[in-house]
C-alpha cells in the first residue's frame, strides 16, 4: 500500500510538472515591436496587453462614475476569466486567443500630399502591427476574415489580390487606387496599412533587411525617460514627426496656399530643429491616467536655457485671485527671469537654424505673444515679473493674459499703444480696465498685476478679484491641487476642466440612443463635477522637458474623441 501510494504521489508530480511545463513553454513572451518599425518612422504607438488597458479604463472613477448612467457596460472586455485561460493556455476560440495573447502598434511612416484645386488633402501613411503570440494555422484565417468584413464596409465591392514580393506574402484589398488596405503575414505577426510600401519597409525592418527604431538612440532613451516597460502605453515621435506635426500645425492655422505652405516649412524646420524626439507613455494610477511625455532637446540646449528657466522659489498653485470658479482652464508659469528666458529662447532658436530660419525666427518667435494682444513682446518681458498666468474662459474664447507687472507706466504705455486713442475706461471692483473701441480689447493694471484679454472676460477676472471667489473655492480644483509635490522645481501648472471630455469618451461605448441617457442629463453632470480637473506640471530636466499630467482617460482618450465620428444616436 505504501508503496502503491508513492507511486501515486509521483505520478501526481510528474502530471503536475508536465502541465507546468507546458504551460511555461506556451506562455506569450512579450516580443519588441519595434522591431518592425523603420527606423526613420515618423511616430510610433504601442500597447503590449489590451486587457490590461481595457481593465485599466474600468477602474478609473470617471468610468465607474459615469459608464451607468451613461449606457456603457462596465466591463469593456466580457469573460475576462476566458481571456486569461485562453492568454496563458492558448485554448479557446481562434478570435478568443488572438485578442487575449496580441500585441498592437502603429507605425506612422509619412504622409501624401494632393492638391484638389485650393484644397491640399493629406493622407497619413500608417501600419497596424499585430503580434498574436498564436500559429499562423490559427491567427490568419481570423485576420483575413476582420480585415475583409472591414474592407468591405467602406469600399463596398473591393477587388482582393493576393502576390508576393520579395519572399513578403501580400494580400490587397482595394476600391481604386488611392484607397486600399494591404496585408503581409512574418510568422506569428500580421503588417497592416494603407501603402504597400510602408508594410514591405516593415517587414523589412523585421527580417532585418533595413534598419529598425529599436536601434535609434534617441528612442531607446524616450523610452527609458518616460519608464515605458511599465506603462499600458507607450508612443513616440522623432525629429522628422516632430517637424511633420508642426508643418501641420502650421497649414491648420494658415491655409494651404502657397506662401503658407514655404512658410509652414521654414516653422517647422526652425521650431523642430530644438527637439531630438518626444516619449510618451500612459498609466493608470489612483482612478486616473497618468501620461508623461519627456522633449529631448538639442545637445545643449537644456544647459542654455536652465539658468532662466528653473524658477529659484516653488510653486504657491492655490493662489489664483483672478481666475473665476467657472474657468475651462488656467496655466500658470513660474521662471526664474522672463526677460533672460526670452532672449535665451530667441538665441536657442537661431542658433539651431539655417540662414533662412535664423532670419524668420525673431519675427515668428515676436507672433507667441499677439494672441495676448502684446505687440511687442521684448519692452513686455522687461516690465514684468517671473510669475505668468493663461486664463482660457471656454474652449472658443481668446484667453487671459495676467502678468506680475514690474513696471506699471511701460506697461501702461504699451496698454494705450495697443488700445489706441479712442479707448473707453471703466472701474471694475478697485481696479480700472481700458477697452478698445475697435476690436473690444481690454487690458487693465490691477495693483501689481497687468490683465491683457477680451473685454468681458477681463471684466470677469477683475469681478473674480473683487467677490473673492476664485477657481480655488471649487472641489475639482481642490482635489487635483493635492496631487501636485510643490517642492519639485516646476515651470509649468495646468489646471482643465476635462469633464465634457470624459462624457464623450465614454459616451462612446453607450450601448442606449443618445435621447435615452441625455434624460440623465442632471446626473450625469453632477457625476462630472466630482470628479477631478485634469492637472499637469512640466520641469526641466538633464536632457530636456518633463511634462506629466493626471486626468480622466489620459492624452490617448482625448485623441480617440476628437478623431472619431460622431454617432447619429
Known sequence: MIKHRRAKIILVALLAALVGGWLYWNRPVRSDLANYAPSDSLAYLEVNDLSQVAGGVE?????????????????????????????????????????????????????????????????????LIVETHTSPRRMRPVLEKQIDEFARRIYGQPQLIRKQIDGVDLSEWSADASRRIVVAFVETTAIVGNDEASVLNCAAARLGKRAALTGEKQFQDSRTNVKASNAAVFGFVSKPGIKSLLQAFALYRAGASADAISVSRIFADTIGNLAEGVGCSATFVDGMVEDRCSVILAEGLPDKLRT???????????????????????????FRDVESLWRDLNAAVSSHADLVGAIAARPMLRTLLKPYGVDDPDIFVHAVGPHLEIIRPDNISPSVLVAEALDRGTLKKLAQKRLGPRLTTETVGNSEMMISSSDNWAMSLSEHYFLSGPADAVRRCLQTRAQSTSLASVDSFRKADRLIDVS???????????????????????????????????????????????????????????????????LVGSLIVAFTPESPR
Open 59 to 127: 477602474q478609473t472613477a470617471a468610468w465607474k462614475s459615469l459608464a451607468g448612467l451613461i449606457g456603457a457596460r462596465s466591463d469593456l472586455l466580457p469573460s475576462r476569466w476566458l481571456l486569461r485561460i485562453a492568454k496563458w493556455t492558448g485554448i479557446g476560440s481562434a478570435e478568443t486567443v488572438v485578442l487575449a495573447r496580441s500585441q498592437i502598434a502603429i507605425v506612422f511612416t509619412g504622409a501624401e500630399v494632393s492638391e484638389a484645386g485650393p484644397t491640399l488633402n493629406v493622407k497619413p501613411l500608417a501600419v
Open 488 to 554: 519639485l522645481p516646476l515651470t509649468t501648472i495646468t489646471y482643465a476642466n476635462d469633464h465634457h471630455a470624459a462624457i464623450s469618451f465614454v459616451e462612446l461605448f453607450s450601448q442606449q440612443a443618445r435621447p435615452t441617457f441625455s434624460a440623465n442629463g442632471p446626473a450625469i453632470d453632477q457625476a462630472a463635477r466630482s470628479l477631478p480637473y485634469a492637472v499637469s506640471v512640466t520641469m526641466m530636466k538633464d536632457k530636456g522637458l518633463e511634462w506629466t499630467s493626471r486626468s480622466s482617460f489620459g
Open 308 to 334: 532662466s528657466f528653473t524658477p529659484e522659489d516653488r510653486f504657491a498653485s492655490n493662489d489664483l485671485p483672478f481666475v473665476p470658479p467657472d474657468t475651462h482652464s488656467v496655466s500658470l508659469y513660474h
